[in-house]
């Protein structure tokens, strides 16, 4: 069953696609049918640049189960780095990533 709901939201950092590296402006997180892993239904994620035109984007789909050990890994990687590490402004003022609620 395709649910249709998509969560778009805004980030910052880089992709790398064929032409090499690019910046990313944006994500989109829905569950629907994939293009080329063999399963019924994954979780896709695309990271992208829309003013960069439609190769600037790189597309993920996962089972439910590697979106989640996925989730749990950053969690952790963010958890063992000194608050603010990974920060687009620095250390400074960066939210301690251990507040953010963990997922049912």
């Known amino acids: 069953m395709c649910t249709y709901l998509t969560e778009k939201f805004p980030l910052e950092g880089s992709g790398k696609g064929a032409q090499?590296?690019?910046?990313?402006?944006?994500?989109?997180?829905?569950?629907?049918?994939?293009?080329?892993?063999?399963?019924?239904?994954?979780?896709?994620?695309?990271?992208?640049?829309?003013?960069?035109?439609?190769?600037?984007r790189v597309a993920v789909e996962l089972t439910e189960e590697a979106a989640l050990a996925l989730i749990d890994a950053v969690r952790t990687a963010l958890a063992s780095a000194p608050p603010g590490l990974a920060a687009a402004g620095g250390t400074a003022g960066a939210p301690d990533p251990s507040a953010v609620p963990a997922r049912d």
Request: hydrophobic share 35%.
């Open 20 to 56: 090499g590296y690019f910046s990313l402006s944006e994500a989109m997180v829905y569950i629907d049918h994939p293009q080329h892993a063999p399963y019924e239904h994954t979780v896709n994620i695309d990271f992208l640049n829309p003013a960069k035109g439609p190769s600037a």
